[in-house]
């Protein structure tokens, strides 16, 4: 049961540029949490956007939520090599009301 | 502050061979999960413990079982290995749940031959 879904896929930019990911979700939602995987290693939560926020900044990230869309997107501005990595949404959801992450953007940042 | 740890990281087995996969974390957290991610599907919820000696089935929960006798420890076990069970395992720990974010460990690769 796939709550999340990543856009695109895969994106591959130049340092210095900005990554743009996008999420959508099938069902009503009380927050959003985005999450970076670096090769080889674990999850690490970047950012939650709850329900009733629009937009929400955090260094170089800055997170966008429409709940009439079922969508939130996922901006890099900047970007370096070290955000090399792939990002996930995440949201409650299914039967045991736990988290439900997308399948994920692969994010290239070309030095 | 190590987080959460996971041991072994790296494990061949043979199909029907039995083992088990081991969590721990040192942030006293009461919510702790077990996923399995494979390439195109994203992570699944296998099991979960919302506290000491507590468990219980996530999405995919057939052919695992699950302990969480010590609050800092979560056990995973393969009774009889699986091809089907090759993946990469991670384990992670949270506060609570909702808007709780998890913290993960490094993963276990897990081949079953």
């Known amino acids: 049961s796939q709550q999340g879904e990543e856009d695109p896929q895969a994106l591959s930019i130049q340092e210095g540029e900005n990554a743009t990911m996008n999420c959508s979700y099938k069902?009503?939602?009380?927050?959003l949490q985005w999450y970076r995987q670096n090769s080889g290693r674990g999850l690490v939560h970047l950012i939650l956007?709850?329900?009733?926020?629009r937009e929400k900044h955090s260094g170089r990230l800055r997170v966008t939520l429409d709940t009439s869309k079922k969508s939130s997107s996922l901006l890099i501005t900047a970007s370096r090599a070290a955000d090399t990595a792939s990002y996930f949404c995440?949201?409650?959801?299914?039967?045991?009301?736990?988290?439900?992450f997308g399948t994920g953007t692969l994010l290239a940042v070309q030095p | 502050n190590a987080g959460v740890t996971q041991t072994p990281k790296f494990r061949v087995l043979k199909t029907g061979q039995s083992m088990t996969l081991l969590c721990a974390q040192d942030m006293n957290h009461e919510y702790m999960y077990w996923y399995r991610q494979d390439p195109g599907m994203g992570l699944r919820l296998i099991h979960y413990?919302?506290?000491?000696?507590t468990t219980a089935k996530g999405e995919v929960p057939d052919g695992y079982n699950v302990s969480r006798l010590k609050k800092q420890n979560f056990l995973l076990g393969l009774e009889s290995a699986a091809p089907s069970q090759t993946s990469v395992y991670f384990c992670a720990s949270s506060w609570g749940t909702g808007i709780q974010p998890q913290h993960f460990g490094d993963g276990t690769r897990l081949s079953i031959l």
């Open positions: 995440a949201t409650l959801g299914g039967a045991t009301n736990k988290l439900i």
């Open positions: 956007i709850r329900s009733n926020e």
């Open positions: 413990s919302v506290g000491e000696g």
């Open positions: 069902t009503s939602i009380n927050n």
